[in-house]
């Protein structure tokens, strides 16, 4: 495990902040580079993703459908 530097320790508080701010559940955690880094950064994006597509689905399928259309 190398020791991260200071620009990947910015990004990982600006990503850790960022959940903070949405009221997102995250687990930190431990990387082995900067290429593992990137990685899981860019597989939490994608999590993040899918959970808010999901979540839109939902919203839509219990949203009240407004009536009948005038015809």
Do not use: Y
């Amino acid at each position: 495990m190398n020791r991260a530097s200071p620009s990947q320790q910015r990004k990982a508080l600006e990503i850790a902040h960022l959940f903070v701010k949405m009221g997102v559940g995250f687990v930190p955690m431990p990387v082995k580079d900067g290429a593992d880094f990137e990685k899981l950064a860019q597989e939490s994006i994608e999590r993040l993703l899918r959970i808010a597509t999901a979540q839109d689905a939902a919203h839509q399928a219990s949203a009240p459908t407004g009536g009948q259309a005038n015809e």
